[in-house]
Each structure stands twice: as structure tokens, then as C-alpha cells.
């Protein structure tokens, strides 16, 4: 662990120091992922969840081109309402923010690096991204699988976007030898439903069998992340052919604007939110908050394995 590249919070450093459990959280999904206030309401709300599970948050970002692990109320309500204003910030964009001393929101890579290199091994997302759908002829595959690969983070997650080719995805996944586990779960969710066709490498039932995962794959010297996926609860989950025929839509329009590469997510994203009338607004709060549930879980549970 080497906390001399991250500036840690009291809170995170106390907890890290003495073994605590703690969980890594994303703060793209503030600046970038919903609009003020419901994004500040939600990252509170996700802290809170967190820390009503028996482990610490530590929400990351990178603020004046210092690398932070933990950050204060003022801090998060800041990002959420300076929005789209703040970079965000994946692997390759790292050194060009640190070094221009700006402010950076972290996707679900660099939220990786930073908390790997914190010392926090769980780390709670709404859902992670993949290869995107015609990827064969653009190569348009998130660097969100490469960090996957690399960086020894468990990322709880809804799975992968439903807006992404999910069978390529898991191809990939396979290929950079990620576990994808399924919590309580046999098939992998696709973010705004509970189903996708596709099923994970194994079924957890338990906190405890995903923590004995990440300390068996860890302890025997397996470099790479671990992917849990955990379905939206089934009250909030929106219907898979619904949501094929709306991402359908989304992508034809976005074919016919000519909208591409990074641009592309965020576009689908909100084009989503527009066909589905707001439903997946509300939907992608609900499972980011019940990630957070399950990571707190989680990390309760490998922070004992790692004192036994």
C-alpha cells in the first residue's frame, strides 16, 4: 500500500490503518452521470448506505490535481453541481490532469487505479463498460476492461451497460481472465434489467463466498480485478425487450448524428433517459445505492478474512 500518491481523508486513513473495512466509490456518476440535485442526493445517499453496512466510504476523485481518496460534504456537492464542467477522467487522462492540477472525475478505471493504490480492494459502480455494440469495425472497448485485467479491485456492479454488446464484453473479459460472478445470480444482469441471456463464470450466495474468491485469486498472485454483479432489485428492474427496442432507437439516431467515441456513452445515456420517460433515472439510483449495500458487505467480509 503506498498512501503517499493519495491524499487520504481522516475518516479513510483511520479505517485503512486499522483494517476496517472500506469502499472505493466512483465520482463520474456525480459530475457526469445525473443532474444536480438528484446526483448530490445520491452520492450522500450511497455513503450513507455504505456506512449503514459496517464499512467506510471513500468516494475518489481528483481535486487541484491531487489524487483523493475520501472527500468532504462540500467537496461532492461541489463536483455534482459544477457537472459536465469537470474532466473526466479515465487512465490516460490522469497524468495530464495531475500535472495541470485540475480537477478530475474518475470513471470506473482510474476510480480503480486510485483506490489500488489507497490500499482499498472493494469498490462499488452503477455498471462498468465494455465493447461497444459494431465495435468490430469502430474498436470502440472501454478502458474500464483493460484496468479489469490489471488492477487488483473487486467492482460491484449492475454488470455491463445494456447499451454495449454484452456477448463481446464477456468474450473480452474472458480472454484477460476476470472472474464475472453473479450474486445470487446465475445470469449476468445488463444494468436497467435483471437479465441479459448471458451467464457468469460462477454464483455467489454470499458476501462471504465472494470474499473467499478475491482472497483465493489475490493470494495466489493473480493480478486483475474481480467483477460481482448484482442485479437491480426486481421492483426497479425495467423490461429487457423494452429496453432492446429503446437502445435501438438510441443507437440509430446516433448513428444518423454522426456521434462518436467518448461521446457516444453519455449520448445513449441520456437518449435512454429520454425514450424510458425518466424510468431510468430512478432505476440507476436504486442500483447504485443496492451496489453499495452489497460492496459494504463484501468488504465487511474480506477485511475479516484478512485479520484471520
Known amino acids: 500500500m503506498n498512501n503517499l500518491k493519495v491524499q487520504l481523508s481522516e475518516e479513510v486513513a483511520k479505517a485503512l490503518k486499522s483494517g476496517a473495512p472500506v469502499v472505493a466509490l466512483e465520482s463520474t456518476i456525480i459530475s457526469h452521470g445525473m443532474p444536480y440535485p438528484q446526483n448530490f ?4 445517499a450511497v455513503e450513507d448506505k455504505v456506512r449503514a453496512h459496517g464499512a467506510i466510504p471513500a468516494t475518489i476523485a481528483i481535486i487541484g490535481g491531487v489524487l483523493r481518496a475520501g472527500l468532504s460534504r462540500d467537496e461532492i456537492e461541489s463536483f455534482a453541481k459544477k457537472g459536465l464542467q469537470i474532466t473526466k477522467v479515465s487512465r490516460r487522462d490522469i ?48 478502458a474500464d476492461l483493460e484496468e479489469l485485467a490489471q488492477t487488483s479491485v473487486a467492482v460491484i456492479c449492475a454488470g455491463a451497460k445494456s447499451i454495449l454488446d454484452i456477448g ?20 449476468l444482469p445488463a444494468f436497467y434489467t435483471r437479465e441479459s441471456g448471458f451467464k457468469v463464470d460462477a454464483k455467489m450466495d454470499s458476501a462471504e463466498q465472494v470474499a473467499e474468491v478475491l482472497r483465493a485469486k489475490w493470494d495466489l498472485g493473480l493480478k486483475g480485478g474481480v ?36 461521446d457516444s456513452t453519455p449520448f445513449l445515456l441520456g437518449k435512454v433517459k429520454e425514450l424510458t420517460a425518466g424510468k431510468s433515472l430512478e432505476t440507476n439510483i436504486q442500483l447504485v445505492l443496492n451496489n453499495a449495500q452489497v460492496a459494504a458487505e463484501i468488504a465487511v467480509a474480506y477485511a475479516t478474512h ?3
Open 168 to 187: 463481446l464484453t464477456l468474450e473480452y473479459l474472458e480472454t484477460k481472465g476476470v472472474p464475472v460472478l453473479g450474486y445470487q445470480t446465475s445470469e
Open 95 to 142: 497524468p495530464v490532469i495531475v500535472a495541470q492540477k485540475k480537477d478530475g472525475a474518475t470513471t470506473v478505471a482510474s476510480t480503480m487505479i486510485i483506490a489500488e493504490l489507497a490500499g482499498i480492494s472493494v469498490f462499488a459502480t452503477g455498471g462498468i463498460g465494455g465493447v461497444h455494440r459494431g465495435a468490430e469495425t469502430t474498436m470502440d472497448i472501454s
Open 41 to 44: 442526493e445520491m452520492a450522500l
Open 227 to 262: 467483477i460481482v454483479a448484482n442485479p437491480v432489485p426486481a421492483q426497479y428492474s425495467l423490461d429487457f425487450k423494452d429496453m432492446e427496442r429503446v437502445i435501438q432507437n438510441a443507437l440509430q439516431e446516433m448513428d444518423q448524428k454522426g456521434i462518436k467515441g467518448k
Open 306 to 308: 484478512q485479520k484471520i
